[in-house]
Structures are given as C-alpha cells and as structure tokens.
C-alpha cells in the first residue's frame, strides 16, 4: 500500500517490521530480503538512522544463518553510518553488537577491542558531543579499570551486558579476581 502512494518511508517500515516477522518465525532467506529491501529505501531517501537500523537487523539475520563474514560487514556499515550522523548510542551499540559476533567466534582479542571502543563511545564526554540521545554515566572511567576489563574480556570469561539502552559493565560486575589486578 505504501509503495502505491509513493510513501517510501513508511514503505520501509513496513518491510523493516516485515523482516522481523520473518526473523521471528525463523524464515531468515525471507527476512533478509525484506530488511535488504528497507535498508536500500533508506539509503535512497537520505534516511542514515533507517539505514543504520536495517543493517543492524540485517546482520542479527545473517548471524542466525552462520553468515559470520556478512553480519560483520553489516556491523561495521551500520558503525560507520552512526558515526556519520553523530548518533554516538547507535554506535556504541554497533560495535558492541560487533563484539558479541567475534565473542561468539572465540576471536576475544577482536570483541575486546570493540567493547572497548563501544564503552568509549557511552562515555558522558563523547556522548555529549556525539550523540542526539541523554544517556547515564560511562563504563570505564580511568586506566586501570579499563586494563582489568580488557585482560577479562580477551581472556572470555567477561562481556558486557546491555541493557535498557546503554551498557552496564562495573566494578561489581567482575569476577573476584578481576579486582586483584
């Protein structure tokens, strides 16, 4: 209906929303073609949010599939694009999304990085001049708690925990020995 009045944008919505029933009743092939069909409506009206979004669910599609090398490309496109139009949370939660793809690889050296780099991007300073969006404090917020976090994360046995828009990773959500260091 949308594309018989020329409504692109609620057009893509649709096929975003679409996708999603698709993703959910686990038919991906359909799914992916619906979200690849948003993305590209996006991309053409100038809409980088749309795009950035279509492209997150986009790769959660090709995770599901095992497409390991085309979720990280759709990671990595849809970082980029946040970063274009300075959405520092959309960002951060690209490339967290990101590190859970490597995290899930066992490439722990790859999902710390991009924690760390997600946890950059939820830091008050940059999000205050980096993002449209009101967000609590930071993760990290000096050296050393930033050098426990990483050895933890390369090591496996931490991640990070999204939750209700912004990360949470704290002191108290290491393990014992992680405050030894």
Known sequence: ??????????????????????????????????YEHA?????????????A?????????????SKHTDAESSYEHAR????RIG?????????????ELYRHQSKHTEAASCYAQASYRQSPRY????????HSQGIIND??????LLTFLMMGSLRP???????????QDMPRSATAL
């Open 87 to 99: 959405d520092g949370a959309g960002e951060a939660k690209a490339l967290y999304d990101l590190g």
């Open 161 to 171: 925990a999204y939750l209700g828009g912004r990360f949470s990773l704290r002191r």
């Open 1 to 34: 209906m949308y594309a018989r009045i020329g409504n692109r944008l609620g057009e893509a919505k649709a096929s975003c929303r679409l996708g999603a029933v698709y993703c959910h009743q686990s038919k991906h092939n359909e799914s992916e073609s619906f």
């Open 143 to 148: 050296g050393m708690e930033e050098a426990k």
């Open 39 to 51: 993305r590209e409506i996006y991309a053409r009206i100038g809409d980088g949010l749309g795009e």
């Open 80 to 83: 980029d694009i946040y970063a």
């Open 127 to 134: 999000l205050k001049v980096n993002s449209p969006h009101e």
């Open 53 to 65: 979004e279509a492209l997150c669910r986009l790769a959660e599609v090709y995770r599901h599939q």
